[in-house]
Antibody, heavy 118, light 108 residues
Framework: QVQLVQSGAEVKKPGSSVKVSCKASGGTFSSYAISWVRQAPGQGLAWMGGIIPIFGTTDYAQKFQGRVTITADESTSTAYMELTSLRSEDTAVYYC???????????WGQGTLVTVSS | EIVLTQSPGTLSLSPGETATLSCRASQNISSSSLAWYQQTPGQAPRLLIYGTSSRATGIPDRFSGSGSGTDFILTISRLEPEDFAVFYCQQYVSSPRTFGQGTKVEIK
């Protein structure tokens, strides 16, 4: 069983950036993909993008293209999601999830609340 | 982009009843690439079903999935108090990965 532990809640000003971390334990980090999903207050789940650490390849949702960067550090088994040019609509809980061998999201982090407010 | 439309938006049922949730895709999806997740308030989603009909580890057999092509169903038999939650379908056959908007199963 893989456990994903995310960094703590953040409060950011509009126009700034946030970087959320997701540390994995159990399993072989580089052998699976990590995706990021966000959930605005009272809303559903929205896929932001993902990374395959062993290849360093990334894929992003068009909605976030140019503002989101997903990276991974194999030495610390940690994935990161950085979102720039923050606006109030980016206030949400951000989740990382491990992509299992079947392609579905078998393990999830606990979520990180990012609040964007002036 | 594959759009997933879930219905109904809310399902009001009593414990012991059966819930039937629908997920319709805007184009054909391989049956191996459709999942269902459960989310309770304040918690991260939990994988229930993958590949349309395979239960994830530890998921009780009262949860079952079926379907093909563009129409998929999650059935929850004999609802238990802990089953009342929001359920999302997801396709992972193509990018962007997309989720349905969710179905809330609430206690009647």
């Amino acid at each position: 069983q893989v456990q994903l532990v995310q960094s703590g809640a953040e409060v950011k000003k509009p126009g700034s950036s946030v970087k959320v971390s997701c540390k994995a334990s159990g399993g072989t980090f580089s052998s699976y993909a990590i995706s990021w999903v966000r959930q605005a207050p009272g809303q559903g789940l929205a896929w932001m993008g993902g990374i395959i650490p062993i290849f360093g390849t990334t894929d992003y949702a068009q909605k976030f293209q140019g503002r989101v960067t997903i990276t991974a550090d194999e030495s610390t088994s940690t994935a990161y999601m950085e979102l720039t040019s923050l606006r109030s609509e980016d206030t949400a809980v951000y989740y990382c999830a491990r992509v299992g061998s079947t392609g579905s999201y078998s393990d999830w982090g606990q979520g990180t609340l990012v609040t964007v407010s002036s | 982009e594959i759009v997933l439309t879930q219905s109904p938006g809310t399902l009001s049922l009593s414990p012991g009843e059966t819930a039937t949730l629908s997920c319709r895709a805007s184009q054909n999806i391989s049956s191996s690439s459709l999942a269902w997740y459960q989310q309770t308030p304040g918690q991260a989603p939990r994988l229930l079903i993958y590949g349309t009909s395979s239960r994830a580890t530890g998921i009780p057999d009262r949860f079952s999935g079926s379907g093909s092509g563009t129409d998929f169903i999650l059935t929850i038999s004999r609802l238990e108090p802990e089953d009342f939650a929001v359920f999302y379908c997801q396709q992972y056959v193509s990018s962007p990965r997309t989720f349905g908007q969710g179905t809330k199963v609430e206690i009647k």
